[in-house]
């Protein structure tokens, strides 16, 4: 797949739960402003079923969707390697296949890279994201029952743009500028496309770029990616210094008061929306009672002051 290099383009690796696929591919197009373009590459993972449920969604998807599907798998990293390669200099979203995007995930990670020139790299907060966790950080926290408090919330935050240690593999924005300066995605050193985008990061890093946290957009995930065997040793040995930054990034976390700032916010929309929805609730018992055209306040229902 060939695309233009001014408008960012969403990577989805396919993989092989199919029911977090239709998830993704579900939320994806709620949350996704039409049009826009977005690459399904299977590395021949996806079995009878996934194949349908894509194509059942290419055909009445609003987004300008591709999928392709290999003749031969080769390794996770060089598969995304492949992948990120075929785009030329656009900007992409590397997203994984078992996300589900927050509303408004894709411009705000946009308006990130539109809003710092230095930023190479921006990763979302998610439930289940290392460095960029939330409520907690490195924790494998649940997915939030209500991701569209959740994309409010982080909306309203400062746009601040922070520094992570590397770029978060659930879902990230990558520069084409940047990757024209830094070369291709090492896809043969790692078997991980976690560890080749931590190594990528780093590389971004050392050329003078950010590898920045986009606090106003949000991604959920179950499962935290990880590193395949032997990863963490290249790693070590390409970048001595980045285990040690890491551990000190977790053990202090230095975005503690950002985290705590989104909490706070997504109270406050949950107590707005359950405002909200009392007064639906009154007001629809009042019309069924016959008095639609006496306002009711919230918290009554039929007349009667809630306790």
Not at 113 to 138: K, M, Y
Not at 191 to 198: E, F, N, Q, T
Not at 231 to 249: E, Q, S
């Amino acid at each position: 797949m060939a695309v233009a290099a001014s408008l960012p383009v969403v990577l989805v690796p396919v993989g092989t739960d199919d029911e977090a696929l239709d998830a993704c591919l579900a939320a994806l197009e709620v949350g996704t402003p039409a049009g826009t373009r977005v690459w399904l590459a299977d590395n021949i993972h996806a079995g009878p079923r996934g194949l349908e449920l894509i194509r059942r969604w290419l055909d009445d998807t609003a987004l300008q969707a591709d999928f392709s599907r290999r003749r031969q798998r080769v390794g996770e990293a060089a598969h995304l390697a492949e992948m990120i390669a075929a785009c030329g200099d656009a900007d992409v979203i590397v997203l994984a296949p078992d996300t589900v995007p927050a509303p408004g995930w894709f411009d705000q990670l946009v308006a990130c890279l539109a809003h710092d020139a230095a930023i190479g790299s921006a990763s979302t907060w998610c439930n289940a994201g290392e460095t960029a966790s939330w409520p907690r950080v490195g924790d494998v926290n649940a997915v939030p029952e209500r991701l569209p408090d959740v994309a409010r919330a982080a909306a309203a935050l400062p746009r601040v743009y922070p520094e992570l240690p590397n770029a978060v593999a659930h879902a990230v924005i990558l520069r084409g500028s940047a990757r024209r300066r830094a070369g291709a995605l090492d896809g043969e050193s790692y078997g991980s496309w976690y560890a080749s985008l931590v190594d990528y990061s780093l590389r971004l890093a050392g050329l003078g770029w950010r590898n920045a946290l986009c606090a106003n957009a949000f991604v959920a995930r179950v499962h935290e990616a990880g590193p395949a065997e032997g990863d963490n040793d290249v790693l070590a040995v390409r970048w001595p210094g980045w285990h040690k930054r890491l551990a000190d990034f977790l053990m202090h976390d230095p975005l503690r008061s950002l985290r705590q700032d989104l909490q706070r916010r997504v109270q406050e929309e949950a107590r707005d929306g359950a405002q909200q929805e009392l007064f639906r609730q009154a007001t629809a018992s009042t019309v069924a009672d016959g008095n639609p055209g006496v306002p009711v306040e919230a918290g009554q229902v039929n007349g009667q002051a809630g306790s």
